[in-house]
């Protein structure tokens, strides 16, 4: 008998949960929206051809080596994704006032983020917006932190509850951290406005909210790597501390290679070095060092002028692939002349849709057209093809009337 013989067996996750159904399902028409990860128009993942260029001067480099990267990861990379958020021009890099660290994409850049404020912040509350990403309230709850909600998503709207963002930032405790989607906002395609972000960054500067960019979607959003990172520099350019996690699972595709990056910005050089040796410590006994091969494909790319910009190209067209289908859906949904405003669908940004559709409307998807899809109505655009698109809006048609 096992000393685990009255362990219970866990639920799956809401997420990746999806996947598990999809793939035990055998109709013809069954459709994935999801997972978040791309796919082509043939419903296939991609590797982008600059990642395999990258791979294949990697490979044949005589010098590579399997040796240990330092604890804070590859130098060259950090460098790099930091001017890749930050802006290459920006004060705060030139100033050697960013401390970055390689992590395990986004998720490990928020954790190790998430357990150094604990250690060395004296405010212990996190602030995340209602809703968010399901995996963000359980990371900084398993760092120690204590995690409020902030108003964020109007169902009514079914766009920025602007009036509740402020009231409830307004009311933090001074110091608090907040969570910021730096684009892109998962589950709800809902971003602030420039305006909208300029208001925050003076509602948080004022109370002294420090905040903490999640940055999983960089370029992924507009086509654009400058335009998506603009909340972030907002706030890097007055002056101010704070943090931002990068994922590069999005949008160099590399999402089993678990890179990404944790850049703490601070307000002198002095400090940065304390916060580096600092984080050193808290991912000794984490995991040591971070894994190399993912890091070496990202800083050969951002440090190759070609490559770099054959990245962008291949960036833009996952984007507007993206945005097409988004305009495909919407269209049909207004040919169909299905109950309702749809408009919703081209309005928000990123990688979902936030349909509004309720989970027994989700459920019957499942059941009578095969379509799979977070209980919360959230669904993967970039699962979604154009042969695909009449099935989808049968599916949502039938489930709303
Ligand atoms: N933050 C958000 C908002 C996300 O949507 C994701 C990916 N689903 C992540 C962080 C982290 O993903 P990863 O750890 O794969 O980079």
Known sequence: VSVFANISQAPEDPI???TVAYNK???PHKLNLGVGAYRTEEGKPLVLDVVRRAEKLLVSDISLKKEYLPIT????????SAKLILGSDSPAIQENRVATVQCLSGTGSLRVGAEFLKKHYNQHTIYIPSPTWGNHPKIFMMAG??????RYYDPATRGLDFEGLQQDLSAATSGSIVLLHACAHNPTGVDPTL??????RKLMRSKGLLPFFDS?????ASGSLDADAQSVRMFVADGGECLAAQSYAKNMGLYGERIGALSIVLTSADVARKVESQLKLVIRPMYSSPPIHGASIVATILNDREMYHDWTVELKAMADRIISMRKQLYDAMCAKGTPGDWSHIIKQIGMF???GLNPEQVAFMTSEYHVYMTSDGRISMAGLSSSKVTHLSDAMHAAVT
């Open 16 to 18: 990746l949960g999806v």
């Open 25 to 27: 399902d055998s109709s």
């Open 73 to 80: 990861g590859l130098a060259d990379f950090n460098k790099s």
């Open 145 to 150: 932190l204590s995690v409020k909600t902030y």
């Open 195 to 200: 305006d909208q972000w300029e208001h925050i």
């Open 216 to 220: 999983a979607y960089q370029g992924f």
């Open 353 to 355: 849709t936030f349909t």
